[in-house]
């Protein structure tokens, strides 16, 4: 498997980054999904769809919308992550990304599969060879890029998040950028700090901007940080996918107590099937509010506070290479606490005494390990 991937990555010039410096990137062993499991989750996403694509869905969650979201630009979001865990009862519908990483990275691991496990052909069940994969992922953006351009040539594209570089899956916007160059579309690489405006048109690196392969978590671009490129996205100048519209249909948290409201979704009109699929599969959610937790009265021990359950430590070095070990521990809340209190809204330290060598910009998120 690693000589697999060492020659596929080496033949894309990523060989010596991605295995040395990123040896977590890839798991060490396969893992294989049921095609009864498959089949689940593929009808679950034909049901999000279903509903996604109804007014009442629509009127609901524009009510916790930010203004960004409100503007519609014509792409519907592009690449989505639907991210199941498997359950007892099947598989568990816990989150959709609008800005998922991974999928050129497993079309890599994918002939990786193919050219050390032949033997292990039959149980490898992807929807299609790797080649194809990759050219339906370009298909999603040049889809994306059609729904606001109509027929005008996509000539030029910047993958967009903060520090690039810096990032863990930076690897993979190498390979987009790849897959773009390949296929005549200049391409770079960029902070969002690094947009411009020139001549009527929105640049960086010196070079035009047509359309944004948006990695950025700042899914509403509100931070100052985003400013100029909600500006060109408001402004219709660049077309941005994934884009904050798309995260409003799709990714904001809140959705899932939509799709998991029986009486959510009958109002909606759908079916029958519709609703049983979903609501089978979207565990129960509900927005929470701040709320302080008593955890010593004699009704805890006896509650689902009192079972065994992972908590992750939140600490100063970020280990990739022992997440687990390193940043998670068994708790029982009513053994170790008083009480709990969610707080729904918080916001950063700031230090006092702001001297010449303090930055308002965001520390890379595996600081300071430096991976």
Not at 123 to 151: H, Y
Not at 307 to 324: C, F, K, S, W
């Amino acid at each position: 498997m690693r000589r697999g991937l060492e020659s596929d990555l080496g033949a894309r010039g990523l060989s010596d980054m991605m295995v040395q410096t990123h040896s977590h990137l890839f798991a060490s062993v396969p893992m294989f999904v049921s095609r009864e499991h498959i089949d689940s989750m593929t009808r679950v996403i034909g049901a999000v769809e279903t509903v996604v694509a109804t007014q009442p869905y629509l009127h609901a969650t524009r009510a916790w919308a930010p203004e960004s979201a409100l503007f519609d630009p014509g792409p519907r979001g592009g690449l989505l992550g639907y991210d199941f865990h498997l359950g007892p009862t099947g598989p568990q519908l816990i989150e959709i990304n609008t800005n998922p990483g991974g999928a050129l990275l497993n079309t890599v691991l994918g002939r990786a599969h193919r050219s050390c496990c032949a033997d292990a052909a039959g149980l490898a069940m992807q929807p299609m060879e790797a080649d194809a994969i990759e050219e339906a992922l370009f298909e999603v953006f040049t889809a994306e890029w059609r729904l606001q351009r109509k027929d005008a040539p996509l000539k030029t594209l910047a993958i967009v998040d903060e520090a690039p570089e810096q990032q863990y899956l930076y690897p993979e916007f190498l390979l987009y950028r790849q897959l773009f160059s390949r296929r005549g579309i200049k391409t770079t690489i960029c902070d969002p700090r690094e947009l411009f405006r020139k001549g009527g048109r929105w640049w960086a690196q010196n070079e035009p901007v047509d359309f944004v392969y948006n990695r950025l978590t700042d899914f509403a671009l509100e931070q100052p940080a985003q400013a100029a490129l909600r500006e060109a996205y408001l402004d219709g100048e660049v077309v941005v996918s994934p884009n904050p519209r798309a995260h409003m249909r799709y990714a904001d948290k809140r959705n899932l107590t939509l799709l998991c409201d029986g009486l959510f979704l009958r109002s909606t009109g759908v079916s029958e099937a519709t609703m049983s699929t979903l609501l089978a599969a979207v565990p129960r959610t509900e927005i929470v509010t701040r709320f302080l937790l008593p955890l010593r009265d004699d009704a805890a021990p006896r509650s689902p506070v009192a079972l065994p359950r992972l908590q992750r430590a939140i600490g100063v070095i970020y280990r990739p290479d022992t997440e687990r070990q390193s940043h998670y521990f068994y708790t029982r809340l009513a053994q170790q606490f008083d009480a709990m209190i969610h707080i729904d809204e918080t916001s950063a330290l700031e230090p006092l005494d702001v001297g010449q060598v303090w930055s308002d910009r965001e520390a890379p998120k595996t600081f300071p390990s430096g991976i």
